[in-house]
């Protein structure tokens, strides 16, 4: 171990955030204040409710705050603690010893004279976990986001609005595309007016022209397009490859009101963006067979390490991932499906697939509803095909067996809504989270209107079983929040990882999920369900920001250990090594812990669940 006379006291505070940003000469001024501790497992350095005296800067060993008995946080080699005490004048909570430590101690009058002289210091002590998050992206990450997910339609090349009138005939459309070097037109209805305005391409032409053998003398009217679909010029370009993804199309009509300013088209749109997830979207929708679809899902996890790569942010990945895995099934099940099928049945997606939260490849979590009196000689061999088929795709079965190749979730609208009547009614561990699961479901392929349906029969039977809320959200506060650094972390007994998202995202997953279904929210995903949540006043001002940070950031977390792992050639789970984290990183992770805490505090008491027995 280095020896305290080896140990150099301005090096160690200088490299610390937030007094890194100080001049050297105060610095100094720090450094000849501190004065060194020893102090023994047991010894209370501070009382809850006492005016701390110093604040300590870690050199080695632990210490924990609580709050009463729970540990609210652990403190480790390097960490530093409690400015906000001495910036508020009193400590919220106890910091006690948990193994023999040594501490630099900084006088509160010194500590409040650089903070009265650098408000830096301050400011960088009352940063919520959103504002932190911010913070460290530097230079270089801010440039790669500024030229992907800041861009905006209007930073990339829009082709200029080309006009033709309705009655403008194939052969003078055609020539009106080549003299101007493009593959759409926009067609004007005659007499109509900005808002009756089509599209009609190239492809439109050709297709007329040489399959269906048109005269080139027809109009073009006809074979336009005109339920357009459009952006406005100011909206992000990820969200215009979002929706070009969802919609299977090539360009954007981008328009301002009744102004058109003209179309985005895909490849000026990838140009700028410069990743091949475009690539897989073509590679699903031309494809005419499961070969095909195979190695389109293998291209997925390329995408995945290009935009983790780039700095984006995982709220973006998971969209685009989503909306690709989406495609994925939905063509899946259109080869494997005859039609009659396909018009009598929804294929669902449940679980994170249904929320938009999957990244990884995981477990299978799909259900197929049949219309009422509807059934198919073949679908037995059909639903196990489609199974099989993920699985050789790269999506592992799921141990629960909840696949549409199980006749428990495969069966008719009437089946499900009595099976909902079980789960609410006569509610059993198991119960909970099928219903969980289902309550996540999210349409897919063939006809959405079974699973509104169905839900809404949902919603019916809750209405006369308001204790089931309850019930249901028990499952936040089931697990332990992991607070701590290194070998200090509450880590799983049989491995020396954590598990993130049973300790971390599944308490704000299924918190966030409890409240939702108590206000009857549409909304599938997360992040989406909290912002809905936040127009209902059901948070402080800022509580909704920090949840949502606190989600993605886990959420990142997760994917990186899950692309390491990936690297390695070792099996998904959700555990993460500690040790693979930098110390900014086990910052903002605890800063997480402590908002997942303070929202299952929530819950506790939204829910009254310290009343059920």
Known sequence: MTTLDQLDQTSFIAHLAPFNQLP?????????????????????????????????LIMDGCVQEMDGEAVVSIYGTEDVFDARALLEGKSKHRFVVSEPTRCFRLP???????????????????????????????????????????AKIQDAYIHPALFVTADTS????????????????LVRSAGGTESTVGIVTATDLREAAIIQRQSVDEPVGPLATYNLICMEPDDFLFNALLR????????????????????????DLLSYLSNHSHMIALQIERATSKDDLKWASRDLIGVIRDLHGKGIKIRYIMQLVSELNKKMLRKLFHLLA????????????????????QVMKTDQDNALILRDGFSHPDLERITQEFTDSLIEFGYPRCPGNIMVSNPYWTKSATAFKDELFQWIVHPGRESF??????????????????????????HTLLGDHRSFYSQFARATVAFETPLGFFTNFVLEKSRAELDIKKGGIFPIVHGIRSLALEYRLPQTNTIDRIRALDQQCLFDASFGVELIEAFAYMSTLRTKAGLNKLAQDLPQDNYLNPKDLNKLERELLRDSLKIVNEFKKFISYHFKLAMIS
């Open 108 to 150: 509160r009058a010194v500590f409040l004279q650089s903070v009265q002289s650098y408000p830096q210091l301050a400011e960088f002590y009352n940063q919520k976990i959103s504002q932190r998050l911010a913070a460290m992206h530097g230079p270089e990450e801010s440039q790669e986001l500024a030229g992907f997910t800041i």
């Open 244 to 267: 070009m993804t969802r919609h299977n199309i090539n360009r954007l009509v981008i328009r301002e009101g009744e102004q058109i300013h003209g179309i985005l088209e895909q490849i």
């Open 24 to 56: 050297a000469a105060e610095l100094a001024r720090l450094t000849a204040a501190l004065k060194v501790g020893h102090f023994h497992a047991g010894e209370v350095l501070c009382e809850a409710g006492a005016i701390p005296a110093f604040l300590y």
């Open 433 to 458: 989270l099928q219903f969980a699961i289902f309550y996540d479901a999210m349409a897919v392929a063939g006809d959405d209107s079974l699973l509104r349906d169905v839900k809404e029969r949902m």
């Open 338 to 357: 005859p039609p009659d099928l396909l018009a009598n049945s929804c294929l669902l997606v449940l679980g994170s697939e249904g929320r938009e939260e």
């Open 170 to 185: 194939i052969h003078a459309a055609a020539v009106t595309m080549k003299a101007h070097k493009t593959n759409s037109l």
